[in-house]
Each structure stands twice: as C-alpha cells, then as structure tokens.
C-alpha cells in the first residue's frame, strides 16, 4: 500500500507528465504541416506501472516522462507523420487523465486536511 504523503507524490508526477504531454501534442499540431517532421509523443504510465510491481513506491520517484520519437506512423508524401484526427483524440485523452489525476489529488489533500483539523 502506498502512503498518502507518496500519493500526493505520485499524484503530483503524474499531473506533470500530463502537462507535458499536452505541450507535446500542441508541438505536434503545430508542425502539421512542416515538411519532414516526425511526431513525438510522451512515455511515462507504462514505466511508472513496471517500477511499481517491481520495486514499490520507493522506485517508482525516479521514474520520469520522456519525449520519444512516435514510430510506426504512416508517413505522408512529404515525409510528416502528424495524424491531426489522432492528435486531437490524444488531446483530448490527455484532458481527461489530467482532470481525474487533479481530482484524486484534491481529494488526497482534502483527506489530509481532514486527519489534520479532526474535521
């Protein structure tokens, strides 16, 4: 089980990889149209997730969002892999995950506040 103090942690990455993740995005659309430009995207659950079952929550704090080329992406005549439906639909996914990630924080805090003040 992880401690409240390492949740808000957590929480607290998670909610910054989200915002990177939307730069990204924003990067990606914006460069829709330029000549050669590869799509990024950001990785970050899927190490967080591994460090988690193999070394718990102490492991878990080193673990950081990166920026990666996206491969596998069709690539159009002019060498540009920005798929604007698919960035949307990320942008929008992104939203999400950062307003629940917000919410649970809030609610850890309010939790805390709570064992606090006896209220």
Excluded: W
């Excluded at 915002?19 to 990067?27: G, M, N, S, T």
């Excluded at 704090?61 to 992406?73: L, M, R, W, Y």
């Excluded at 995950?97 to 609610?107: G, I, P």
Aim: charge should be neutral; include cysteine; proline fraction near 3%.
């Amino acid at each position: 089980m992880i401690r409240p103090p390492d949740q808000i942690e957590l929480l607290s990455k998670m909610l910054d990889a989200a915002e990177l993740r939307h730069r990204v995005i924003a990067q990606n659309v914006a460069n829709v149209n330029t000549p050669g430009y590869r799509r990024q995207e950001v990785r970050f659950e899927d190490a967080l997730a591994q460090c988690l079952e193999r070394g718990g929550q102490h492991a878990a704090k080193g673990v950081q969002p990166t920026i990666v080329d996206a491969g596998g992406d069709a690539v159009r005549a002019d060498g540009n892999t920005v798929d604007m439906d698919e960035e949307m639909g990320q942008l929008n996914k992104n939203a999400i995950m950062y307003k629940m990630y917000a919410q649970l924080l809030a609610n850890q805090v309010s939790s805390m506040r709570s064992a606090i003040t006896g209220k």
